[in-house]
């Protein structure tokens, strides 16, 4: 499985961004749950949000709950990180990854399996 994440860029304050985040390889994109990470320069990657497998379930950092939606369009074999009134504390790399367990949507770094490379997000104030 290959994750290609785009989308991301340099952004203001309140404003919104949509990263998406591609699947390719041999097995379908709907066997895995996607998850969204981040990490900002000098600190440790945390989780932002995943979706289940086929989307019916979603779990959030609370932090960004309220903020950020993320979706998925398995006939598109991509998943989707809506993010809106952007603060500059948001400014990271953003990575997507494909969990093959399980229906529950997961927090944890070690249950996702493949990483796309991640976009930059910078929220300018």
């Known amino acids: 499985v290959q994750l290609q994440a785009s989308g991301g860029g340099l952004v203001q304050v309140g404003d919104s961004l949509t990263l998406s985040c591609t699947s390719s390889?041999?097995?379908?994109?709907?066997?895995?749950?996607m998850g969204w990470f981040r990490q900002a320069s000098g600190k440790e990657r945390e989780f932002v949000a995943g979706?289940?497998?086929?989307?019916?379930?979603?779990r959030y950092n609370d932090n960004m709950r309220g903020r950020f939606t993320v979706s998925r369009d398995n006939f598109k074999n991509t998943v989707y990180l809506q993010m809106n009134n952007l603060k500059p504390e948001d400014t990271a790399v953003y990575y997507c990854a494909a969990n093959p367990r399980g229906i529950h949507v997961t927090q944890r770094e070690f249950e996702y399996d493949y990483w796309g490379k991640g976009t930059l997000v910078t929220v300018s104030s």
């Open positions: 390889g041999r097995r379908s994109f709907s066997d895995f749950g």
């Open positions: 979706i289940s497998k086929t989307g019916s379930n979603t």
